[in-house]
């Protein structure tokens, strides 16, 4: 995100918890400041927003405990609020249980796991006490090598990691840039309420790992699949046993007049960016999101 905002001139500040990103150049600006930021302490975020009196706050944040993920998320938006920013939040289709097959934007969540819980509560305080706010769920992210699931199908590759690749938690992988280009369209056009941001193809979570494989010249026989129904791995977890995981269902733009950001349908999250290296290039590359009209 702030890679595109910068490249698009748009004066931008991030912020980090561990680290700083990297230092990029922007038009708008002496180039992108980076402001430690600890979401767990209210003071701090009141300052950081304050300081830095955004129009727009965008929350990608998250962590491993329920006081980053879900008390931070919703101090940001309140915090937020007071300044009278704009805010769009990211959340996980982890909310979902997947006793259903298909989830859309009305579906509230029923999650399984704590992480998944976390999300759904701070989802549900975002979005009744910011109903101006763009609440926006996506999946699988994926895209330049970084991401977790990446990381961990090199690592899976080269032996370095003992887990498998679930064929029966199905997920819709989608494009980093995509949901990048998605999350400044909403965020600049002004929509609120709750969007889903996904790629348009359901799949378990073993076949995204070996496109990517693929694309990075690995062997992706190498992966090992698994089922996480009666699984071992997560057994204490609280994960129940589903034959139906959820996908994220993302509607088709319907007419001139449909909610903005309502068709923010993100296509081909995965497999054209996980071509063999080789065919990978200008013009080869298609990704095809939907764009959002203003
Ligand atoms: N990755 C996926 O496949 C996936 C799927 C569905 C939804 N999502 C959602 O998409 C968003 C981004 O996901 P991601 O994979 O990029 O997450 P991530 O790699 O786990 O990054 C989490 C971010 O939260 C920041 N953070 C962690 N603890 C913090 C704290 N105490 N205070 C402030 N910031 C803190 C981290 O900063 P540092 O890097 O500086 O530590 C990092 O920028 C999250 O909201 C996630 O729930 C991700």
């Given amino acids: 995100m702030i890679r595109q905002a910068a490249a698009a001139g748009r004066q931008t500040s991030a912020t980090f918890a561990s680290r700083p990103g990297p230092a990029l150049p922007c038009p708008a600006s002496d180039g992108v ?13 009141a300052a950081v927003i304050a300081d830095v009196a955004p129009s727009a706050v965008i929350t990608a944040s998250s962590g491993a405990d329920w006081a980053v993920t879900a008390d931070g998320a919703v101090r940001v938006a309140l915090a937020a609020a007071e300044q009278g920013c704009r805010l769009v939040h990211v959340f996980s289709d982890a909310v ?89 369209e909403i965020a600049l056009s002004g929509a609120a309420g709750m969007f889903h941001l996904a790629g348009p193809d359901a799949l378990g979570r073993h076949d995204p790992g070996v496109l990517i494989a693929r694309r990075d010249g690995l062997d992706g026989a190498r992966l090992p699949a698994g089922r996480r129904a009666g699984s071992s791995r997560t057994r204490g977890r609280g994960r129940a046993v589903r034959e139906q995981p959820p996908a994220l269902s993302c509607p088709r733009p319907r007419g001139r007049h449909r909610r903005p950001g309502r068709a923010a349908r993100l296509k081909a999250a995965c497999v054209p960016d996980v071509r063999p290296t080789g065919r990978t290039g200008p ?7 939907s764009r959002v009209k203003r």
């Fill in 283 to 289: 013009g080869s590359h298609r990704r095809h999101g």
């Fill in 33 to 45: 400041v980076w402001r430690p930021l600890d979401i767990r302490d209210p003071a701090r975020v």
């Fill in 96 to 184: 979902f249980s997947g006793a259903r097959v298909r989830y859309d934007e009305r579906c509230l969540p029923d999650p399984l796991t704590p992480y998944g819980a976390a999300k759904a509560a701070a989802e549900t305080a975002v979005r009744l006490l910011m109903p101006a706010a763009a609440v926006a769920r996506t999946s699988l992210i994926a895209g330049h090598g970084r991401s977790v699931h990446e990381r961990t199908v090199h690592a899976l590759a080269d032996g370095t990691r003992d887990t498998v690749l679930f064929t029966d938690d199905i997920r819709c992988p989608v494009h980093v840039d995509d949901l990048a280009a998605a999350l400044w």
